[in-house]
């Protein structure tokens, strides 16, 4: 009640009253139009998003109809070519005729990129699979990741039935014998069927080499089989491929080189490989074939013991253990209590120091540590959830670093038998190398990055940036001394790191990026492995153009180029010991389902 009496004014609210009612009908109507136009786009949305589902079943439809065709005529080529032979005709040893162009399904991994399955499916993120049994010696696709869209760490190779497609045509120079060149063969390593690749959550995981025709793998790393990432093949580049080779003294690229039309000076031709010197640099070094050691599956590892006197080798369901002076077979390390249907490889070995032990990480997810003399499993390590694809055994022979497509590296007591330290990342794991003074491990990535932990987990180093990788690592390798790092690359080339972390990294310390110092190129297909030579004068690199390289770390030039395999050589290994006048020995494992031994020395 007001304290001043007055009365109000006639007719006021009435008017008020009507001019409120329009402007909320005015709302009204500026509402309902609104969700009409609301509901007409959410229509329009859910329309184009089933004609673009309707659009990707078609053209997957389509790629598993190419790869079909394809591997028909990959077979019927195979069959003419064994027919050839079988009546006297020239055989193809290197180089048989190439194989149409054709694409195989992405890998599937989810989101994420797998490494492995790529890697074996000629792609740079897919799935890894089983190589089917070849006729002889057929090419198959690899394995470190399936569908476009790499989800999870890299996973297994899928089965041929699922590999990925986009392979792209390898297109090279004439092999010996005036044959064409064979298109690179996948480097994914097999996995049992049905499995998942390994790129991110369940996705494919780094892939082994394999050995046959493009067929996608399934889900592993090699990876495989993943989906979304997967790069279409790119026709400029496949296009430069039929340009003539630069002279050899201008490059590093001695793939690009013909054999049959290089002087005999710069070259070395035996039955079934062949060596090319790089004619730009001084020869200062020779290759001799010391073993073959045929296996019934692809070769996915190999790894010398620390005396140098063996080398063991992982394939399907096995690690074995061959003798370096006389490459006698001397144990066959077989769990007889996994399930004998399917494949399981064996995707890395390594020795205990002393030589009496022998760790084997595989498909099943579980590290197994041999009694080598008894030919017992001494541990079995369980923890990860995808597929292992690296393990390394530290310098004192008590902890087990272990690289898997859950996207972690673990670290496990061989003495306790318990894991003391899981360090996670956002991508599968690839390969992990633990240093020679045992105070960092090293870890490579589908993320393209190189990590560097101390033995306590904290992050020292993280090696990426503008010198970094531009696709995934599938191998890290510490120098003798550990000052340095190298590292292998789906991006084709080979980096030199110089490492930076000081000893004794307080927890609060921000990790620190290593520098690059050298970037080692020359490589026409992924690098799947690389090393150093004990005395830290040689890089070593095995790549899915099937060839070795030899590199300076001082110059960054190669020094030669090793033919020695008709598949993506998966694994190089050297060894740590060097023989009577200095010569050393590296071993190689292909997806030719052989192995090798040979031996390198000055001259």
């Not at 993280?462 to 590292?487: Q, T």
Request: hydrophobic residues 30%; charged residues 20%.
């Amino acid at each position: 009640m007001s304290m001043y009496p007055h009365r109000p004014i006639a007719g006021a609210p009435i008017q008020n009253m009507g001019r409120l009612n329009e402007l909320l009908d005015g709302i009204r109507m500026e509402f309902e139009s609104q969700a009409r136009q609301y509901e007409t786009c959410q229509h329009d949305l859910a329309t184009q998003l089933q004609e673009l589902q309707v659009i990707r079943e078609k053209v997957f439809q389509m790629e598993q109809h190419q790869m079909n065709v394809k591997q028909k005529y990959e077979d019927e080529i195979a069959l003419l070519r064994r027919q050839l032979e079988a009546r006297g005709g020239a055989p193809g040893n290197m180089n048989p005729p190439p194989q149409h162009p054709g694409q195989q399904q992405p890998p599937a991994i989810g989101l994420g990129s797998n490494v492995f399955s790529a890697i074996m499916a000629g792609q740079g993120g897919q799935a890894l699979v089983p190589p089917p049994p070849p006729p002889q010696q057929q090419e198959q696709p690899a394995h470190m990741p399936a569908p476009p869209g790499l989800q999870g760490p890299p996973p297994p190779p899928p089965p041929p039935s699922q590999q990925p497609p986009f392979q792209q045509q390898y297109q090279g120079p004439q092999g010996p014998g005036n044959f064409p060149p064979q298109p690179p063969q996948s480097t994914a390593s097999p996995g049992p069927a049905g499995k998942r690749g390994i790129g991110r959550p369940p996705a494919g995981g780094p892939a082994t080499p394999q050995i046959n025709t493009p067929i996608p793998y399934n889900g592993g790393p090699a990876q495989s089989p993943q989906v979304p990432t997967h790069p279409t093949p790119d026709h400029t580049r496949m296009a430069q491929h039929h340009q003539p080779p630069p002279p050899p003294s201008q490059t590093n690229a001695l793939s690009e080189l013909d054999p049959d039309r290089l002087p005999n000076h710069i070259k070395k031709m035996k039955d079934d490989w062949w060596v090319i010197f790089n004619a730009a640099v001084p020869r200062v070094l020779d290759v001799e074939l010391v073993h073959t050691l045929q296996h019934e599956s692809v070769v996915c590892c190999v790894r010398f013991s620390m005396d140098g006197k063996y080398v063991a080798t992982g394939c399907n369901r096995s690690a074995q253990i061959y003798d370096v002076e006389t490459g006698e077979k001397l144990c066959i390390l077989q769990d007889e209590n996994i399930d004998l249907t399917g494949d399981l490889y064996i995707r890395s070995v390594c020795f205990s120091p002393d030589g009496k032990y022998l760790a084997t990480g595989a498909e099943d997810k579980l590290i197994r540590v041999w009694d080598i003399q008894s030919r017992t499993i001494r541990n079995t390590f369980h923890g990860h959830e995808q597929d292992i694809y690296s393990l390394d055994f530290s310098r004192d022979g008590r902890t087990i670093a272990s690289g898997s497509g859950d996207r972690t590296v673990r670290l496990w007591d061989i003495e306790t038998g318990q894991n003391t330290s899981v360090l996670s990342i956002e991508d599968g794991v690839t390969t992990v190398a633990i240093s020679p003074d045992k105070q960092f491990v090293a870890a490579g990535s589908l993320d393209k990055s190189v990590r560097v932990w101390d033995m306590r987990g904290y992050l020292a180093e993280r090696l990426e940036g503008p010198d970094g990788h531009k696709d995934s690592v599938y191998s890290v390798a510490f120098s003798p001394d550990g000052r340095n790092l190298v590292s292998g690359s789906l991006d084709k080339t080979i980096k030199m790191w110089e490492l930076s972390a000081p000893r004794g990294i307080p927890a609060s310390a921000p990790p620190k990026g290593g520098r690059c110092i050298k970037t080692f190129e020359g490589h026409r297909d992924f690098v799947l492995s690389v090393a150093l030579t004990p005395d830290s004068q040689w890089v070593l690199s095995g790549s899915k153009d099937r060839g070795v390289q030899f590199w300076d770390p001082r110059t960054g030039h190669t020094q030669l180029m090793l033919q020695g395999h008709k598949n993506s050589v998966i694994s190089v290994a050297p060894s740590p010991v060097t023989g009577p006048n200095g010569v050393g020995y590296f071993a190689t494992g292909s997806g030719d389902m052989r192995a090798r031994i040979w031996s390198y020395s000055r001259i």
